[in-house]
């Protein structure tokens, strides 16, 4: 069983571009998750998905984010006009649909905003 | 709101011997989990412990253990017979049962393992 997917792994973006990462959760995972993880910090909730459904942005930032987790295909976290602040790492982490305790995350995607 | 700390930045130990990360946390819930996460230099995340708050035993797994303290609000990760491959920095984390299940963590604790 294959754990979870994170592409790419490193992304580098200028000033202003977008930046698309992706996620595809454990085999019968229907919930994802997406944390943000600054240099030398624990890692931050930003948003909770089920497959065509966001359960709880709260901690998303209101402008520029946005993610998605649609029927068919991966769950996408995608940021506009990225800013040098947005330089972090990204993880993404799954759950089965009756057990949503544990989380199992994916190597996550270090983007680095020049 | 949901916090957790961890008051050690940084430890540092021999190989073979025995250390204790401390955590602690707030929260108003009775019913949550509690996880140790580890975060080696490839930066995965990978789960080493977890802990269920309405059971009274302490969770083992090989050469890691807890101990809970709910009334405390206190969840220290022992490890023992340390290995050079423990060196990373590990994560208290902790979700509750309502709602999103979202995980709240730690700033982290950065352990060295020394030969």
């Known amino acids: 069983n294959a754990g979870v997917m994170q592409n790419p792994r490193h992304l580098v973006r200028r000033r202003g571009q977008e930046a698309r990462l992706r996620c595809s959760p454990m085999k019968g995972h229907s919930h994802v998750y997406w944390y943000r993880q600054l240099p030398e910090e624990g890692l931050k909730f930003m948003v909770y998905l089920q497959k065509e459904n966001i359960i709880d942005e709260s901690g998303m930032p209101k402008e520029r984010f946005s993610a998605e987790f649609p029927k068919e295909g991966p769950s996408i976290l995608r940021i506009q006009q990225v800013v040098r602040g947005d330089s972090a790492a990204y993880f993404c982490?799954?759950?089965?649909?009756?057990?949503?305790?544990?989380?199992?995350f994916g190597p996550g995607t270090r983007l680095t905003v020049l | 709101a949901q916090t957790v700390t961890q008051s050690q930045p940084e430890m540092s130990v021999q190989e073979a011997e025995t250390v204790t990360l401390s955590c602690t946390y707030d929260t108003s819930e009775s019913n949550y989990y509690l996880f140790w996460y580890k975060q080696p230099p490839s930066r995965q995340m990978i789960l080493v412990i977890r802990q269920e708050a309405y059971k009274q035993q302490n969770a083992t797994e090989n050469r890691f253990s807890v101990n809970f303290q709910k009334a405390a609000k206190s969840f220290s990760l022992k490890i023992s017979d340390s290995q050079l491959g423990d060196t990373a920095m590990y994560f208290c984390a902790f979700t509750t049962f309502q709602g999103a299940q979202k995980l709240v963590f730690g700033q982290g604790t950065r352990l060295t393992i020394n030969p």
């Open positions: 982490a799954s759950s089965p649909p009756i057990r949503t305790d544990t989380q199992y």
